[in-house]
């Protein structure tokens, strides 16, 4: 294939296979379509994701490789774990997640200019998570938010899509959080899309789209919300510790 699929007017319409994704731009699948519910949520158990510019179309892309945490897998280095032991903040899921996405998409990011979650994009998230699809991990100083990620959940699948710290080791306390919170619910592997040195050094793994796809699908193929996602605040200084092993 030589050139991205052009969506229709159905959102309900089956994407394409992600495996016809065009090698460059690498991942590129579909151009067009819309940021309704039920678009978003088939996206995502196909194995796709949204990613654009403002004034662009909309862009739906499967990367060839694809960056995966293991649930128990995410990596705090023991400095950063000796200083998370004398904290006091603490870990909440899903109490503002419209404001962790406004901070994702406000926070300066070294070699970008703006940001691709536009206007459109967070108002597609806030609906999504008011169906129970889009979650949020937040972690707290007190009444002030100092770090948090949100995704998406499909059936038993997790997709993190963008994480922010508002003060220094937030968002690696958030993603420590997500994963600790997935393995308690018994899932064993979250999608965090695109490689970086940093999520690299936590632990992310990257893997060929074929095997993704090959563990994501079945988890995502009743297109389900999961109507337990949200956990109980915790202390963010228990991640400073491993759980101990069940039974």
Avoid at 75 to 98: G, M, P, Q
Avoid at 99 to 104: E, F, G, R
Avoid at 108 to 114: L, S
Wanted: charged residues 20%; aromatic residues 12%; contains cysteine.
């Amino acid at each position: 294939m030589s050139r991205p699929f052009l969506l229709g007017p159905d959102p309900e319409a089956p994407f394409p296979p992600a495996e016809w994704a065009l090698a460059e731009p690498d991942g590129l699948l579909c151009v067009g379509g819309d940021l309704s519910p039920p678009r978003l949520v088939r996206a995502y158990a196909a194995g796709l994701f949204p990613w654009f510019n403002e004034g662009q179309p909309i862009l739906w892309w499967s990367p060839s490789r694809r960056l995966v945490f293991a649930s128990n897998g995410v990596h705090l280095s023991r400095r950063f774990r000796r200083t998370l032991r004398r904290s006091d903040w603490e870990v909440r899921f899903n109490t503002a997640f419209e404001a962790v996405v406004a901070a994702c998409a406000e926070a300066p990011r070294p070699g970008q200019h703006g940001t691709w979650i536009t206007r459109d994009m967070r108002r597609a998230y806030a609906r999504l998570h008011a169906l129970g699809h889009a979650h949020s991990v937040e972690v707290w100083h007190g009444p002030r938010l100092v770090g948090g990620l949100y995704g998406v959940s499909v059936g038993r699948g997790f997709h993190a899509e963008s994480m922010v710290s508002l003060e220094s080791g937030g968002s690696k306390v958030a993603l420590a959080a997500l994963g600790r919170h997935l393995q308690a619910l018994g899932w064993p592997q979250f999608d965090a899309q695109v490689e970086n040195p940093h999520l690299r050094f936590m632990g992310g793994e990257v893997w060929p789209r074929a095997r993704f796809l090959a563990c994501f699908r079945p988890l995502t193929a009743s297109l389900a919300p999961c109507p337990d996602w949200a956990g109980a605040p915790f202390p963010a200084a228990w991640l400073a510790d491993p759980p101990p092993p069940a039974g």
